[in-house]
T-cell receptor, first 114, second 113 residues
Framework: SQKIEQNSEALNIQEGKTATLTCNYT??????LQWYRQDPGRGPVFLLL?????KEKRKERLKVTFDTTLKQSLFHITASQPADSATYLC?????????????FGKGTHLIIQP | NAGVTQTPKFQVLKTGQSMTLQCAQD?????MSWYRQDPGMGLRLIHY???????DQGEVPNGYNVSRSTTEDFPLRLLSAAPSQTSVYFC????????????FGPGTRLTVT
């Protein structure tokens, strides 16, 4: 089965700086990788999906990279704001792709200091 | 659209009791899943369904049953609750092919004493 590692330590970033979160996986190379945001007491909310043949994906202040050689995805938030404070989860599908149940990392708690 | 709805929001059970967590979606999604989230463990897949009448086990299925008689509903049954099932439960749905984004419900916080 796939194992996903995300930095379990909270990440403290000053407002206006770029926050970079890491997601490493250990086994098969996934067909795609997703990033979610989760606020306390709420369900995760989808942010971005990047496919195995894509190096980079952007959406407004968010950027995701996918390096299948390093088995790693990086998630960047530029010009960070206190409202970006949340837990960010990366998720990978089963081998072969599909939508039948994702494997999630434990998440990284991001704190943007004003 | 209401999206994915879950009931109840909170529940306290005694060991050995049974209950059903309800999940419904109004987006006509084929794929639905149940996850549990525990501190330090992240989200873990319990059961999933790729369409009405089709279900399969995830990473942590023991102690849970599911069925999918309609596209809209995917209830999760605890047959004999145990303290180890104390957790927050999330239901999610996805359109599947070409759109793998998962939509999550608000969660059910379950405590088993």
């Amino acid at each position: 089965s796939q194992k996903i590692e995300q930095n379990s330590e909270a990440l403290n970033i000053q407002e206006g700086k770029t926050a970079t979160l890491t997601c490493n996986y250990t086994n098969y190379s996934p067909a795609y990788l997703q990033w979610y945001r989760q606020d306390p007491g709420r369900g995760p909310v989808f942010l971005l999906l990047i496919r195995e043949n894509e190096k980079e994906k952007r959406k407004e202040r968010l950027k995701v990279t996918f390096d299948t050689t390093l088995k790693q995805s990086l998630f960047h938030i530029t010009a960070s704001q206190p409202a970006d404070s949340a837990t960010y989860l990366c998720a990978i599908p089963p081998e072969g792709g599909g939508a039948d149940g994702l494997t999630f990392g434990k998440g990284t708690h991001l704190i943007i200091q004003p | 659209n209401a999206g994915v709805t879950q009931t109840p929001k909170f529940q306290v059970l005694k060991t050995g009791q049974s209950m059903t967590l309800q999940c419904a979606q109004d987006m006509n999604h084929e794929y639905m899943s149940w996850y549990r989230q525990d501190p330090g463990m992240g989200l873990r897949l319990i059961h999933y369904s790729v369409g009405a009448g089709i279900t399969d086990q995830g990473e942590v299925p023991n102690g849970y049953n599911v069925s999918r008689s309609t596209t809209e509903d995917f209830p999760l049954r605890l047959l004999s609750a145990a303290p180890s099932q104390t957790s927050v439960y999330f239901c999610a749905s996805s359109a599947g092919t070409h759109s793998y984004e998962q939509y999550f419900g608000p969660g059910t916080r379950l405590t088993v004493t």
